[in-house]
């Protein structure tokens, strides 16, 4: 089974509704990073969290990290066509902080229709 | 401040061939990262190096999959003999030492073994 489960796998939204994706871990999390990906292109870094109830944004994206529960949500408020793409979540599930080794969800399919 | 190179971007070969993908990270960055992204799945880290030194190699297949960092700069993933299942895209990676998580990807080389 995966490491990082993520939540719906493809989501079609109308443009200017909002949306949530989620990531569930089956181990302890030691950082959790959210990417963006575009057909054909390679992975763009959206943000990272370290602590559990941290909360970050970048323009009208959201991200919580909940640690006891290992599970990250990301919010889009008021979506627009920039932000269709695949939203891959990362997780450093080694046993020290710092591994720098990064495991990858499977992705959620973001569609954003007029 | 140039991005991450990957050349080919794609290649078509028939099973049993070899090929070879190339890395040119971003200047300054010590650690590179070869992942496998088969379609609908999130990467797949196979192989990670510290300057030339590898880090973790433990999902790499080792009996067809080589990589190599010389000179703790550019890197080769090789593949020797190619099987069906071994198309994907390959995705090279770099960050720079101690900054857990960002990582910068290239565009990636897209492989179809027929």
């Known amino acids: 089974s995966q490491e990082l489960e993520q939540s719906p796998q493809s989501l079609i939204v109308q443009e200017g509704k909002n949306l949530t994706i989620n990531c569930t871990s089956s181990k302890t999390l030691y950082g959790l990073y959210w990417y963006k990906q575009k057909y054909g292109e390679g992975l763009i870094f959206l943000m990272m969290l370290q602590k559990g109830g941290e909360e970050k944004s970048h323009e009208k994206i959201t991200a919580k990290l909940d640690e006891k529960k290992q599970q990250s949500s990301l919010h889009i408020t008021a979506s627009q066509p920039s932000h269709a793409g695949i939203y891959l979540c990362?997780?450093?599930?080694?046993?020290?902080?710092?591994?720098?080794?990064?495991?990858f969800g499977t992705g959620t399919r973001l569609t954003i229709i007029p | 401040e140039a991005g991450v190179a990957q050349s080919p971007r794609y290649k078509i070969i028939e099973k049993r061939q070899s090929v070879a993908f190339w890395c040119n990270p971003i200047s300054g960055h010590a650690t590179l990262y070869w992942y496998q992204q088969i379609l609908g799945q999130g990467p797949k880290l196979l192989i990670q190096?510290?300057?030339?030194?590898?880090?973790?190699d433990s999902q790499l297949p080792k009996d067809r999959f080589s990589a190599e960092r010389l000179k703790g700069v550019d890197s080769t993933l090789k593949i020797q003999p190619a099987k069906l299942e071994d198309s994907a895209v390959y995705l090279c990676?770099?960050?720079?030492?101690?900054?857990?998580?960002?990582?910068?990807f290239g565009e990636g080389s897209r492989l179809t073994v027929l």
């Open positions: 990676a770099s960050s720079r030492w101690g900054t857990t998580g960002e990582l910068f």
């Open positions: 190096f510290q300057n030339n030194g590898v880090v973790d």
């Open positions: 990362g997780a450093d599930l080694g046993t020290n902080f710092g591994n720098e080794k990064l495991t």
